[in-house]
């Protein structure tokens, strides 16, 4: 198994473009999230997926679109990035999110640097 | 709202040290409570997962306890080495959501060989 893989691994942004950070599982999970790391704080959740079709807000959604058609696929969409969306970005997945014994495996991490 | 914090936000051994990390947060109401490693420049590993009715888990060097009533958990590692240099982070799982995970801000941890 891969796990959960995360392309870019690193990638630079104009001020006011788009992109898609990827993200993958092979695992069967049907529970999947986006986190971003900021020097001094803690991982903060995004949004998050239960299933294919099914998303949700997380603490820090704005200025991020996820979908989700795939169990596999969870991919994260900055319409119009800004410089306070300088960050880590790591991908996550746990078998269904319907426990909280569930163990969660985490991607590598995309670093986005917004100028 | 929870906050989880961490403290100290790093430290220093020597090899050899035994050394306990800190965890606090402000909500008990949580399910169980994660400790994770974080090497530089990479994701997050899970090392220990402890349930709200366990109070306490071991992994080897690695015992982790919670005490859901005063906010707090610990992770005790023992006899330190230098490949345990990492930053260490803790995690309540909340009842809210799909479980999701509040983080704290981590503890960076240096052994000197």
């Known amino acids: 198994n891969a796990g959960v893989t995360q392309t870019p691994k690193f990638q630079v942004l104009k001020t006011g473009q788009s992109m898609t950070l990827q993200c993958a599982q092979d695992m069967n999970h049907e529970y999947m999230s986006w986190y971003r790391q900021d020097p001094g704080m803690g991982l903060r959740l995004i949004h998050y997926s239960v299933g294919a079709g099914i998303t949700d807000q997380g603490e820090v959604p704005n200025g991020y679109n996820v979908s989700r058609s795939t169990t596999e696929d969870f991919p994260l969409r900055l319409l119009s990035a800004a410089p306070s969306q300088t960050s880590v970005y790591f991908c996550a997945s746990k078998l269904t999110g319907t426990s909280g014994a569930e163990t969660q495996y985490f991607g590598p991490g995309t670093r986005l640097l917004v100028l | 709202k929870q906050e989880v914090t961490q403290i100290p936000a790093a430290l220093s051994v020597p090899e050899g040290e035994n050394l306990v990390l800190n965890c606090s947060f402000t909500d008990s109401a949580i399910y169980n409570l994660q400790w994770f490693r974080q090497d530089p420049g990479k994701g997050l590993t899970s090392l220990l997962l402890i349930q709200s009715s366990q109070r306490e888990q071991t992994s080897g060097r690695l015992n982790a306890s919670l005490d859901k009533s005063s906010g707090r958990s610990t992770l005790y590692i023992a006899a330190s080495q230098p490949g345990d240099s990492a930053t260490y982070l803790c995690?309540?799982?909340?009842?809210?959501?799909?479980?999701?995970?509040?983080f704290g801000t981590g503890t960076r941890l240096t052994v000197i060989p």
């Open positions: 995690a309540v799982i909340a009842p809210t959501g799909a479980n999701n995970l509040f």
